[in-house]
């Protein structure tokens, strides 16, 4: 027999990995979307014998794995995957499909995938389309559909990173020689991914390393975060003594400034009294002194009068 080969599907629920997966083993092994109303959230395994080719073949389906949020849950189906890989990962199915557009979250799968194995997950990766009969229908290659205009940018910049290494899968056909001709040029592939590794799998000791590595830039951040948590608490420690400061001097300004307006308002009071006062007795001075001229006047007509008749 020669060398078995560890086949990992990932990607989103609904593009047919687990239908990609019963093509590669010959059987209804893995439950998929069109044959079960439940799709489980697991990582499983599954073997065949490729009688052609002389090897074992191990497929390990993620149904649903990056469909969850939880990391968490992430984190412990990834290292399920990885363990359920003894003689580690010969290559790894990205499934996709023609029927639907390349999304944000295929985006983020790879992402995760890079984050968490590290970049040589992409050494080992190959773009899988399902869909192979709408292109078929339609007349197209799987080159055409990619050589569209609107085939996103970032789909492009994967298929770089992967070594352009692509194929087109039809899981509906009946037709037996298509089959076997789709498994061929997938498993020939999957040989230009070993040949091109050095025929060294992706291990559970990458992984582990990758993990270490994580940890490491984790406890960084951790540290980073520290620092910056203690310079964020000094700062405010700072900030709050000095609005203090401020308030008191805010305070001590405005209680000497009321003190002042009280005393400047008594003064203003004081002075209008006093002018009040002044007015009053220069008004009543100048009725006092009309008072006296008017007596005055009538006092010397009397005086006048007097005088004549006395002559």
């Given amino acids: 027999m020669n060398e078995a080969r560890t086949i990992v599907l990932v990607g989103k629920t609904g593009n047919g990995k687990s239908s990609t997966g019963n093509s590669l083993l010959g059987t209804r092994a893995f439950k998929s979307k069109s044959s079960s109303g439940s799709v489980t959230a697991t990582c499983q395994l599954q073997t065949t014998t490729l ?177 910056m948590k203690s310079y964020e608490e000094q700062l405010k420690r700072m900030t709050d003594m000095i609005e203090l400061k401020l308030k008191v001097q805010t305070e001590k300004l405005e209680k000497q400034l009321a003190k002042e307006k009280a005393a400047r308002l008594k003064v203003e009071k004081a002075a209008k009294a006093t002018h009040k006062k002044a007015t009053q007795e220069i008004r009543k001075a100048n009725e006092n002194l009309n008072k006296a001229m008017i007596e005055t006047a009538r006092l010397r007509h009397e005086a006048g009068k007097t005088s004549c008749i006395i002559m």
């Fill in 51 to 227: 009688e052609n080719r002389r090897q074992f073949l191990y497929v390990i389906d993620t149904p649903g794995l990056f469909d969850f949020s939880g990391e968490d849950h992430i984190k412990k189906e990834i290292v399920k995957c990885v363990e359920m890989a003894k003689d580690g990962i010969h290559a790894v199915l990205f499934v996709l499909s023609v029927r639907a557009r390349f999304s944000r979250e295929e985006e983020a799968v790879i992402a995760n995938m890079i984050e968490m194995f590290g970049a040589k997950i992409t050494d080992y990766m190959i773009l899988l389309f399902t869909g192979g009969d709408d292109l078929e229908e339609s007349e197209e290659t799987l080159e055409d559909y990619l050589g569209r205009d609107e085939c996103p940018e970032p789909l492009k910049d994967i298929i770089g990173k992967c070594g352009n290494r692509c194929i087109l899968f039809d899981n509906r056909t009946k037709d037996e020689r298509k089959k076997n001709e789709q498994l061929e040029k997938l498993f020939a592939l999957v040989d230009d991914v070993v040949k091109d590794n050095d025929s060294k799998p992706y291990t559970h000791e990458l992984f582990k390393l990758q993990a270490k590595k994580l940890r490491i830039q984790d406890e960084v951040n951790s540290s980073e975060q520290e620092k």
